[in-house]
């Protein structure tokens, strides 16, 4: 299979502070992986790619300084939301891609809560 | 740049009866996946059905089956003998060159038991 983990599924969080979203593939290496945004009732919102081992393209409208990511290795990329503010409340999907599926596969996302 | 319409946000169905989910798509590229999503109230996304486009046949997976006409540009996803648990949101989404998907709005399918 390919199968994608988020980590943590559920996070709240207090105004100014940095939360950090793992995202792991764990049985195949993911040349690139994605991060998007949903709100309630709404599509999936594509925020960056990114590949291992170079930065991260960023939608246009996308804060790259509010939300750092980094793909450390081919199995790994994390986003970090800076000094997260209520309105970056959301929940956060990742997805990864393979060479050879044109197909991403999805984590289970994480719910963000600022307070 | 490509574009993936969903025009109905909702649609119910009774349990054991049949629902189409219509998707249209505008792009320029010849070469193109289609994608329906299921994402239940969990928002795990989970994939349904795949078509690639070279493919004249409709791609289909057990109750679900797709009616993919590429002049048209039109990719519509049919369920068959509706299930609750088939009860959650539905998105349909393009890949191209880029490798980046594209997603319609979705639409919110209710099973009626």
């Known amino acids: 299979g390919a199968v994608v983990s988020q980590h943590p599924s559920w996070v709240i969080c207090k105004s100014g502070t940095s939360v950090k979203i793992e995202c792991r593939s764990l049985?195949?290496?993911?040349?690139?992986m994605f991060w998007y945004r949903q709100f309630p009732k709404q599509s999936l919102m594509l925020m960056a790619t990114s590949n291992e081992g170079s930065k991260a393209t960023y939608e246009q409208g996308v804060e790259k300084d509010k939300f750092l990511i980094n793909h450390a290795s081919l199995t790994l990329s994390t986003l970090t939301v800076t000094s997260a503010h209520p309105e970056d409340s959301s929940f956060y999907i990742c997805s990864a891609s393979r060479p050879d599926y044109n197909e991403q596969f999805f984590g289970p996302g994480t719910r963000l809560t600022v307070l | 740049a490509q574009t993936v319409t969903q025009s109905q946000p909702e649609m119910s169905v009774q349990e054991a009866e049949t629902v189409t989910l219509s998707c249209t798509y505008d792009?320029?590229?010849?070469?193109?996946?289609l994608f329906w999503y299921k994402q239940p109230p969990s928002r795990q996304m989970i994939l349904v059905i795949r078509q690639e486009a070279y493919k004249q046949q409709n791609a289909t997976e057990n109750r679900f089956s797709v009616n993919f006409q590429k002049a048209a540009k039109s990719f519509s996803l049919k369920i068959s003998d509706s299930q609750l648990g088939d009860a959650a949101m539905y998105f349909c989404a393009y890949i191209g060159a880029n490798s980046k998907l594209t997603f319609g709005k979705g639409i919110t399918l209710s099973v009626r038991p």
């Open positions: 049985d195949f290496q993911a040349t690139t």
């Open positions: 792009t320029s590229e010849s070469d193109y996946y």
